[in-house]
RNA sequence: GGUUGGGUGGCCGAGUGGCUAGGCAGAGGUCUGCAAAACCUCGUACGGCGGUUCGAAUCCGCUCCCAACCUCCA
């Protein structure tokens, strides 16, 4: 497979050419959500991102493996989270007085029913890190053995210290200066005592007696470290070295760099070829924080009900609004951006549809117009392999568009375009439109669902066009308004009226 | 304080050393019974100050501001 795909890596900061390790084969490990709580709109929008990857590397053809993992448990509470520190999962189930498990269950399933809302197609493999507890003891093992690791009072800490002054790896994907780390003195630690330095981060924890969750292990009954899940269970399902790993930006610094270290320390080998990190979501530019008040739900979000926004907008829209950024851009998420976003969604959509719907005329032949259809289409998949520019795709899609348009209108001869580019054209649109950035048509299509609307709108444009006919204009207008009220919107067009919703 | 990434027209948001991003909003026009939709035309935008260059919003330096992560303080 020729792959003219090009992917930035956060390792080296630049664009690079995307070569499998495995001829058409791809595997792709996206740090998914730790499942405490219900799932943040800004961790909806760097799964939309991904899933936009993986859908389009399966467009190009590859044969995807996409792995994506549950956390539900080792992830503690608190910054620079330790011994001292709760596990989130633990926490929420003595508040709530329910079985760990339950807890994660119950957000675990929302977390699906908010990927399926959002239209993101399921990963391969989503394993949980509570199922991989023997891998995580092995991997510990490992570390042991490579003398990156050192016990203590039965839990396990990974020696970063020794680890960045043998290999040259440590810091390098977040921009961490070693000197800086190796500066901080032990007095620094604080009541951290059981480690040697203060960047050195649990691999094992040893479970205080109050702690639900925990393992037998022969350093002591407890839980694994947060990272270790994600390095375990990546190279159980992809192996040591993989293609792609990815989260969002915040997950860099200590997870992704210390998910590096441990692999190193186990394997010797750097887990992943190329890191790719989605940006945040800004709200009025700024970032989102539940302490100020500046945070929407998704449910708030579609629902309208909340103070930031005029009203509710749909799952797709949201979708397409975050498909107009590219994925390592930060994204502000206001009301007139939304709105906007509305907009342009609808008109994309109506767009394909009205192609989709246009028949070719035959006896064509190829001229400029011709000429000038081929070359769009083909600078979508340009601007997509150019680590998956979604906003120029798209802004190349609402060319076309715009050129569909003017062909049904009759602006543009279609005695130019040939019958193979029509087809060709109404196919890559509803590709990259359905397959590739995953959006649905929310809007009900006239003319080709069942039931008795579609009969009672044709009764009523039948009427409304004798009425114009007999220039009853109050009678048509009132139709017209009428329908208007109802959310449905009425198209009259030289071959006759079309409606759409909303 | 450190690391990283940003500051683009009314809003969102791409991009690039000289050639139209795009969407939305706004102005004018075409079409229409009137609208809507659609099409056509229109905006001398690149945080500030210097520098390099024939030419910089795009490169360099300084400065201000924003965000994420980390650290410090509490």
Known sequence: MESTLKIHNSLSREKEVFKPINEGHVGMYVCGPTVYSDVHLGNCRSFTSFDVIFRYLKYLGYKVRYV?????????????????????????????????????QHYTNGFHAMMRIFNNQPPSIEPRATGHIIEQIEMVRS??????????????YFDTIKFAKENEVYGKLSGRVIDDLMAESRDDLKNQDEKRHPSDFAIWIKADPKHIMRWPSEWSEGFPGWHLECSAMSTKYLGRTFDIHGGGSDLKFPHHENEIAQNYGACGCAPANYWMHGN???????????????????????????????????????RFFMLQSHYRSTLDLTDEALQAAEKGYRRLMEGNKLLQSMPHPGNTQAGPLDEELQQLMQQVKAEMDDDFNTPKAL????????????????????????E??????????????????????????????????????????????????????????????????????????????TWTKG
Do not use: C
Request: charged residues 30%; without cysteine.
């Open 395 to 418: 802004a190349v899609l609402f060319e076309l568009v715009t050129k569909i348009n003017s062909l049904k209108a009759g602006h543009l001869p279609i005695q130019e375009v040939s």
């Open 68 to 104: 994506r993992n549950i956390t539900d448990v080792g992830h503690l509470e608190g910054d620079n989270a330790d011994i001292s520190a709760e596990d989130k999962i633990s926490k929420k189930a003595r508040l709530e007085k329910l079985e760990p498990m339950e807890i994660v």
């Open 143 to 156: 570390i042991l053995k490579s003398g990156y690791a050192y016990e203590a009072n039965g839990s396990v």
């Open 280 to 318: 945040m979501l800004l709200m009025n530019g700024r970032k989102m924080a539940k302490s100020d008040g500046n945070t929407i739900t998704p449910q708030q979000l579609f629902t309208g009900d909340s103070p930031h926004i005029s009203k509710g907008y749909s799952p797709m829209v949201v």
């Open 420 to 497: 193979s580019t029509f087809q060709q054209l109404k196919k890559t649109l509803s590709d990259y439109i359905y397959e590739v950035l995953g959006l649905k048509d929310e809007m009900e299509a006239a003319g080709n669902g069942d039931g008795p609307v579609d009969g009672l709108m044709d009764l009523l444009i039948d009427i409304r066009q004798q009425a114009r006919a007999n220039k009853d204009f109050d009678t048509s207008d009132k139709i017209r308004d009428a329908l208007k009220e109802l959310g449905i919107v009425l198209k009259d067009s030289k071959e006759g009226t």
